[in-house]
């Protein structure tokens, strides 16, 4: 079990002013940043990075949608941090979302999100690693 996830504050959330109090309550649950940083994908790039969902119906929506806007990436390392952060973060649909997530403060659809988790260890590994060199991982 890795002790290291991936987040992006997605760019519903980055036009909305929530970065601040997002990266605010990562760091109040207990999350060590790895690795930070302030971007925006190409529709190419997200496209790449979402193409586990290119058969998926949402997949044209959800690369324009990541390509809209600038985003904040960042690795964070804590004690079961994959699951820790799914918590913390909350479901998908922030109308589903328990109160005090993440999403059930900053979502505004199932869509628009907010932010997003990686669901594994494994794909925490690559999504990090898609955004960040060794050179940039402290």
Not at 38 to 46: C, F
Not at 81 to 109: M, N, Q
Not at 120 to 136: C, K, P, Q, R, Y
């Amino acid at each position: 079990m890795s002790n290291r996830t991936f987040t992006m504050i997605k760019p519903d959330a980055m036009k909305n002013g929530h970065a601040g109090a997002i990266l605010d309550r990562i760091i109040k649950e207990g999350y060590r940043i790895v690795a930070l940083k302030q971007t925006k994908l190409s529709a190419e790039k997200a496209g790449e990075f979402y193409a586990v969902h290119a058969a998926r119906p949402f997949y044209g929506e959800l690369v324009e949608f990541m390509s809209s806007g600038i985003i904040i990436a960042a690795i964070l390392e804590k004690e079961n941090a994959v699951a820790s952060f799914r918590t913390l973060i909350g479901a998908t649909d922030p109308a589903k979302a328990d109160e005090g997530t993440i999403r059930k403060l900053y979502a505004t659809s199932l869509g628009e999100n907010a932010v997003h988790g990686s669901d594994s260890d494994e794909n925490a590994e690559i999504e990090g690693n898609f955004f960040f060199s060794g050179l940039e991982k402290f």
